[in-house]
């Protein structure tokens, strides 16, 4: 398996804008987590699916932050309208099952500008 | 509140010895605790999973310690390497999540 794929890798864009972040989980993995990470806050929970269904988004920040899972195979992390607080390292990681090993992607490095 | 508690400074070790990192947390009753490796610009690795009930996990080099009393986890690296340089980060089970430690920033000088 390739593992977990995200993209882009990169991603510079003008504060108002709109950014969409892609992640492809491990092929039968139940579980799909989405993280940022900064050096102020480390790595923080945004929200979780379980067979393509949000469980807890309650680390969302805000309504400009939305994910969703149209099927076992794809995710999507949105932020509109994007602002510069929002630059950061975000990850997406897969699961067999909530409480057990999570499979971390290589990341997408976001900066607003 | 619930915290977990990482060593903040970096650890600089020589080369062939063995470094500990620790991992203190309150307030939560993990079922387990999780290490994971991250180096720079990538996303972090697994390491170990240790439960509640076990003591003591080992891995090659590697070995972890879980003591629920003093709500405290021990990693240990023996026979350091240099390219055992990376950050460390420890991971609480709690409520079908994993609830994360800052990460420990391990140096290891030839």
Known sequence: ?113 | SQKIEQNSEALNIQEGKTATLTCNYTNYSPAYLQWYRQDPGRGPVFLLLIRENEKEKRKERLKVTFDTTLKQSLFHITASQPADSATYLCALGSNYQLIWGAGTKLIIKP
């Not at chain 1, 932020?79 to 992607?105: H, K, M, N, W």
């Open chain 1, 1 to 113: 398996d390739a593992g977990v794929i995200q993209s882009p890798r990169h991603e510079v864009t003008e504060m108002g804008q709109e950014v969409t972040l892609r992640c492809k989980p491990i092929s039968g993995h139940d579980y799909l987590f989405w993280y940022r990470q900064t050096m102020m806050r480390g790595l923080e929970l945004l929200i979780y699916f379980n067979n393509n269904v949000p469980i807890d988004d309650s680390g969302m920040p805000e309504d400009r932050f939305s994910a969703k899972m149209p099927n076992a195979s794809f995710s999507t992390l949105k932020i509109q309208p994007s602002e510069p607080r929002d630059s950061a390292v975000y990850f997406c990681a897969s699961s067999l099952q909530a409480q057990e090993t999570q499979y971390f992607g290589p990341g997408t490095r976001l900066l607003v500008l």
